[in-house]
């Protein structure tokens, strides 16, 4: 395994695998597969690596606030689990900027849990297609709808300016 590689500088999000402590079972597949490897230069893996770091991090956390719970009640028993639910708060936050950073790409990711657990994210991009074909051609669509002047108005006369193939100023 290749030293731990930064996923991304602005959140801090580093890949866990290579980590001391690693706890695999924490650390969900993408898509119903293995994570891409941690040196992987493709945009899209990339970004799946950012997300699996995030959601790794949830169920850290989460695994943390279920031992608080654990504990019998009382008033330390309260203070840690604030601080557990302060911690998945700071995750989600981080979680949630990934979600807005990548959405006008076309990236949706949606978490499958199991037990409290993200086990799967289901990640789409909107630079490749449902089979995984990347998307190069871009279409364009045009559409011809006329929309007929009243009797007596000229083109010329409108006080907008009109332009585009099938503008007749006769």
Known sequence: MTATT??????????????TGFRPSFYPRANGKDAPPVDSAAQNDRIILEFLAAYYQLNC???????????PDSQGRSEAERERLQAIEKVLILRDGLEDRYAPLGVVVEPAV???????LKISFGNVDAAGRRRSDFYTITAFVPIPLPKGVKIEDLPIQIEGPGISTE
């Open 6 to 19: 930064k996923t991304d500088v602005q959140n801090g999000l580093q890949d866990p695998r290579s980590e």
């Open 61 to 71: 956390e989460y695994f943390r606030l279920l031992n608080v719970r654990e504990q």
């Open 114 to 120: 199991k037990e409290g657990f993200t086990v799967d």
